[in-house]
T-cell receptor, first 115, second 108 residues
Framework: GAGVSQSPRYKVTKRGQDVALRCDPI?????LYWYRQALGQGPEFLTY????????KSGLPNDRFSAERPEGSISTLTIQRTEQRDSAMYRC?????????????FGPGTRLTVL | GQNIDQPTEMTATEGAIVQINCTYQ??????LFWYQQHAGEAPTFLSY????GLEEKGRFSSFLSRSKGYSYLLLKELQMKDSASYLC?????????FGQGTELSVKP
């Protein structure tokens, strides 16, 4: 079956612009996670949802970052007034259970470049 | 908080055995995961340990000692395709906290 998909795969934007990154989890997966990964580093947790409820947003760097999952399926990570330091790979993952120890399946990521 | 340490790089020879260590300090612990990540690709799940001991899965095994805050991933009969980054992650409160990853290079 289909895995986690993310769009766009690549996004180049100018400093100060807003961007919206989309994640489509595996069908039926309850939990959805957002991570950011710098080159040569492991993924860094940003936020996660069970169904449509945001359970933990402690990893969001500042209030320019927000995420939503209004219908408990597709999620959008929005970065307002982008800065060059926001450039990174943004990865989404989903798991079958409610934030338990179920395996997280990662998507291909969105490579964001802020000029 | 959580702190995870693993070696940055390792090199091994095709056909050999390699052990990748991971140590962690955490205020709460609900399990330890290992993921494999090939260059330019997404991380993929390898193993999960919640109790002390060894979990074997084909050529890959993972060990956990909760009292020591220590885990290792053992790869046997190394193949060239095993060249990748190996990520150790602790699970706490619904989220995974990853280490920096160990870049493994398998040489012929």
């Amino acid at each position: 079956g289909a895995g986690v998909s993310q769009s766009p795969r690549y996004k180049v934007t100018k400093r100060g612009q807003d961007v919206a990154l989309r994640c489509d989890p595996i069908s039926g997966h309850v939990s959805l996670y957002w991570y950011r990964q710098a080159l040569g580093q492991g993924p860094e947790f940003l936020t996660y949802f069970n169904y449509e409820a945001q359970q933990d947003k402690s990893g969001l760097p500042n209030d320019r970052f927000s995420a939503e999952r209004p219908e408990g399926s597709i999620s959008t990570l929005t970065i307002q007034r982008t800065e060059q330091r926001d450039s990174a790979m943004y990865r989404c993952a989903s798991s079958l259970g409610q934030g338990g120890t179920d395996t997280q399946y990662f998507g291909p990521g969105t490579r964001l470049t802020v000029l | 908080g959580q702190n995870i340490d693993q070696p940055t790089e390792m090199t091994a020879t095709e056909g050999a055995i390699v052990q990748i260590n991971c140590t962690y300090q955490t205020s709460g612990f609900n399990g330890l995961f290992w993921y494999q990540q090939h260059a330019g690709e997404a991380p993929t799940f390898l193993s999960y340990n919640v109790l002390d001991g060894l979990e074997e899965k084909g050529r890959f095994s993972s060990f956990l000692s909760r009292s020591k805050g220590y885990s290792y991933l053992l790869l046997k009969e190394l193949q060239m395709k095993d060249s990748a980054s190996y990520l150790c992650a602790t699970y706490q409160g619904g989220k995974l906290i990853f280490g920096q990853g160990t870049e493994l290079s398998v040489k012929p």
